[in-house]
């Protein structure tokens, strides 16, 4: 079986392995797409990071490098353990990615998506979606509608970020809102507010291809914050400020400007997992009341199908548009020139490129 493993910084490698074994509780998945993602290059380019360090086995899944990549992928179902019960071969399926210990303060709690000690499948565990084919639990395991492309399956994971971002905020119906960065997951923010029936939406995005996709998918005012002042075009038109606005950059210019585009009493949404400071005036969160708010990922152990299932559903009914986040297609054998370089060298138009292995 072919596989994309991290070996090392800038060293992702197409293996020839063995199957991982088959579980009594595991489904085995024939993958047919699976989309690089921002974590993804920055591991690539940088890490290990969530990745394991070699010598340093992941504390849930004693993985060590070379480690399988692709967190974001689908396919059909191939071969089911004893015990599995939720699917069947041929089954079209996604995988929530998000391993948990089950055994901690969080996961105890039910809030397992904050365990400390998350494996992902294709971030430090022994399957990853960059990969002819898959094993997940089965409890990771969620069903796709048969009228949705399979490939597009793909994409329920980055709407899951979206949805979850959302859902932390305190967006109210009608409520205005502005989104910071237009990548996979600004976007998928962008219309996972629209789906929860927000008023009207700004973005602030400096390339104009994404400008106009964030258009196409809702937006109501596109801003390019290099050509003019984005945060008094946004507080003009709102009366001083939005009610929420989302931060999915994770640099001092755009954390700035999410800050002061909210009204008083607003609320900032951190989605970006930047791990560079920024720069924040105390006094510009005290004196407005403020409220910044953290978003990890989605829902995971056994909660995770409510958000991931709730993504196939928005999908499925056609009130998300995740093909038009593809924007590009390529084999197993091109991720590193065609998909990892390609996206780290492009400051044109990429969005989400799927690895169809
Ligand atoms: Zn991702
Ligand atoms: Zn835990």
Known sequence: MRVA???????????????PALDADAVRIDVT???????????????????????????????????????????TVAEVGADVTAVSVGDPVTVN??????????????????????????????SGGFAESVVAPEGNVVGLPPDLPVELGALVEPYAVGLHAVRRSALDAGDSVAVFGCGPIGL????????????????????????????????????DPRAGDAVETV???????????????????????????????????????????????????????????????????????EEFGAVVDRLAAGDCHPGALVTGRISLDDIVDGGFEALLGDDGDHVKILVEP
């Open 33 to 75: 797409a699976a989309g690089i993602c921002g974590t993804d290059l920055h591991e690539y380019a940088d890490g290990p990071d969530f990745l394991p360090a070699p010598g340093d086995p992941h504390p849930l899944s004693g993985v060590t490098p070379p480690v399988p990549l692709g967190h974001e992928f689908s396919g």
């Open 5 to 19: 493993r991290w070996h090392g910084q800038r060293d992702v490698r197409v293996d020839d392995v063995d199957e």
């Open 188 to 223: 998928t923010i962008l219309e996972m507010a629209r789906v929860a029936g927000a008023g009207e939406i700004f973005v602030s995005e400096p390339r104009a291809g994404r400008r106009a996709l964030a258009a196409d998918l809702g937006a109501d005012v596109t801003l």
């Open 235 to 305: 507080r003009e038109a709102t009366d001083g400020g939005v009610d929420v606005a989302f931060e999915a950059a994770g640099v001092t210019p755009t954390y700035t400007a999410a800050i002061e585009s909210t009204r008083h009493g607003g609320e900032i949404l951190t989605v970006g997992i930047a791990q560079s400071p920024v720069d924040v005036v105390p006094k510009d969160i005290a004196v407005r009341e403020r409220s910044i708010v953290g978003s990890n990922g989605y829902l995971s152990g056994p909660r995770g199908r």
């Open 97 to 126: 990615p998000a391993v948990v210990c089950e055994d901690c303060r969080y996961c105890r709690a039910g809030d397992h998506h904050l365990c400390p000690d998350v494996a992902n499948i294709g971030l430090g565990m022994e």
